[in-house]
């Protein structure tokens, strides 16, 4: 899986940091989404989904 | 000029008129029980979860009652969020009237181009990262207020010995307000927020408060201090777009928007937990579990369904129904947060459900900012307030309680307890 992050789009709600920080960061001057890890595995793939599920601005997208 | 935008006016008025004279419902409806919505939300939802609903001035606007639709909406450009337009929904008679156009927009009425950047200024402070070092400050914020309870007259009041003061104290540390004048925007916000008042009345309080807050930015202009609002200043400054009139909007909005919501959120969350002693069983055997049960609490309460509130600025077809530039739209989020579509056995308070794509906190670009700081304040206040008090119980029956049935934002004001 290939995690795709649209900063244009992200409006650094943090939902993403809070399902995994593992995966994500936010930014310490605008807020926005920062990709730790672009290629998670293992438990990590859920987490991932449940973050694009979860994320208010659709700013995530998945190549599976 | 102002011939054409009258004209323009009369035409969209005269469409609206002919478009339809059959809504069901009037709006805002009040809640009957204080664990359930409004019972017509239901009905929306299942027989016509696009429909016409009718508001306090007469006009019309489309409720979205359902979970996918209300994040669709919210999530759309065409849905402005412009409060100050003309023809933005009003749910308070008059309210319409007392609009000022021209007058300088808050960020939760702001639409984009303005709205991405004025919001990404800010955001720094609150990312999640951030709020994690506020922790034990806001740790020890809730011992105190825990101490002052614990000190304080059998039966207390939780609303006024810790629901309240804690989020205050909280958001005025931030921002580098003195906690001491709390009273005093205390006072103008309850107005700012409470259905009845009359719009006169609301602009008097918004225009104290951001007095107050006018005065407190140029005071710290100087020699800028190591606040939010201090930080601001230096770094708006920086990238030349520092102006004092929007910081006072931000500084007044965070200050409103930061210490109301998260406290009615307080005092509803832990009546709810004290009558359904199984769940709050779960949260004390394994702490983990609290952040799940902000999430669930948030959503069974929605203490803001109505802020979602949008103005169409270009056709769009909602659900199978087409709305059209010009008409209002409220997305309701109490009803998405109970749609049976994305939340099983939705009436239920299950902690353990797994609530976190609920709308409690809206949706879109404008999805709460201080969302994350809202949930550290519940999760230290739960795990901290039933460790420390193990005998809470409420000092009344729940329906002696006051329930805010006539405030924008739901909540208690009060809440006896004793232990
Ligand atoms: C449990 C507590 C809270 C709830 C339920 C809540 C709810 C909401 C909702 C529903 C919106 C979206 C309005 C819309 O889409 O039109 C919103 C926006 C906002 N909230 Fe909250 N809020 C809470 C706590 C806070 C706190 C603690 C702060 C500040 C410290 C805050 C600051 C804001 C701001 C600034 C916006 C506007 C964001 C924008 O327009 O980009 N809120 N809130
Ligand atoms: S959840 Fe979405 S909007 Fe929020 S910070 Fe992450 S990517 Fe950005």
Redo the contacts with the bound molecule.
């Keep these: 899986m290939k995690i795709i992050a649209d900063t244009g789009k992200c ?1 650094g709600a943090g939902q993403c940091v809070l399902t995994e920080p593992a995966l994500f960061d936010q930014s310490e001057d605008d807020g926005t989404v920062v990709v730790l890890n672009r290629t998670p595995e293992g438990e990590l793939v859920e987490k991932a989904r449940e973050a694009a599920h979860v994320c208010p601005s659709q700013a995530l997208s998945l190549e599976e | 000029m102002a011939l054409l935008s009258s004209l323009y006016r009369l035409s969209v008025t005269s469409w609206k008129e002919v478009m339809t004279t059959t809504e069901k419902h009037e709006f805002p409806m009040a809640r009957t029980c204080p664990f359930a919505p409004p019972t017509a939300y239901e009905e929306i939802r299942e027989e016509e979860p696009v429909s016409l609903v009718r508001l306090p001035d007469g006009g019309q606007a489309w409720v979205i009652s359902r979970h996918e639709d209300v994040r669709t909406v ?1 999530n759309d450009r065409r849905f402005s ?1 412009d409060r100050q337009h003309p023809d933005f929904p009003a749910l308070v008679e008059g309210e319409a009237a007392s609009r000022r156009p021209d007058e300088e927009r ?5 639409d984009p181009p303005e ?1 991405g950047p004025a ?1 990404k200024a800010v955001l720094g402070e ?1 990312t999640v990262r951030r709020l994690e070092a506020l922790r034990p400050r806001i740790q020890e914020i809730v011992d105190g207020q825990i101490d002052a309870l614990l000190a304080g007259p059998r039966p207390g009041d939780l609303v006024e010995t810790l629901s309240l003061p804690v ?1 205050s104290l909280v ?1 005025c540390e ?1 921002l580098g307000v003195p906690y001491a004048d709390h009273e005093f925007f205390q006072k103008h916000t309850v107005k700012v927020i409470k259905q009845s008042t009359p719009p006169e009345e609301r602009w008097a309080a918004t225009a104290a408060i951001q007095g107050y807050m006018a005065d407190l930015i140029a005071a710290k202009e100087e020699n800028p201090p190591d606040d939010l609002l201090g930080r601001q200043i230096v770094k708006l400054r920086a990238n030349g777009t520092y102006r004092r009139t929007a910081l006072v909007g ?1 500084g007044f ?2 200050l409103v ?3 109301e ?2 406290a ?2 307080i005092s509803l969350s832990t009546m709810a937990f004290l009558r359904n002693p199984e769940q709050l069983a779960m949260i004390k055997a394994d702490p983990a579990k609290t952040l799940d049960a902000v999430e669930e609490m ?1 959503r069974y309460f ?3 369904d109505v ?4 103005l169409c600025v270009e056709d769009v077809e909602v659900g199978g129904q087409l709305i059209r530039a010009g008409e209002g739209v409220l997305a309701l ?1 109490y009803s998405a947060n109970r749609d049976p579509r994305a939340f099983e056995n939705p009436d239920e308070l299950d902690i353990e459900r797994g609530a976190r794509h609920h ?13 994350n ?2 949930r550290m ?2 999760q230290i206040v739960f795990d901290t307030l039933f460790r420390r008090v193990p005998g809470l119980k409420l000092a009344v029956d729940v329906d002696e309680l006051p329930f805010k049935d006539d405030a924008n ?1 739901y909540g208690l004001y009060r809440l006896p307890v004793t232990w």
């Design positions: 409006v | 919210l969020a808050f960020l939760i009425a702001m709205h919001r609150f989020p958001i931030m931000m909005l965070l928007a930061g210490h919501t998260t009615n959120m948030l929605t203490i803001i802020a979602t509130a949008r989020g709308v409690a906190f809206g949706f879109g670009p404008h999805q709460c900012l201080g969302q700081l809202a304040e519940l934002i």
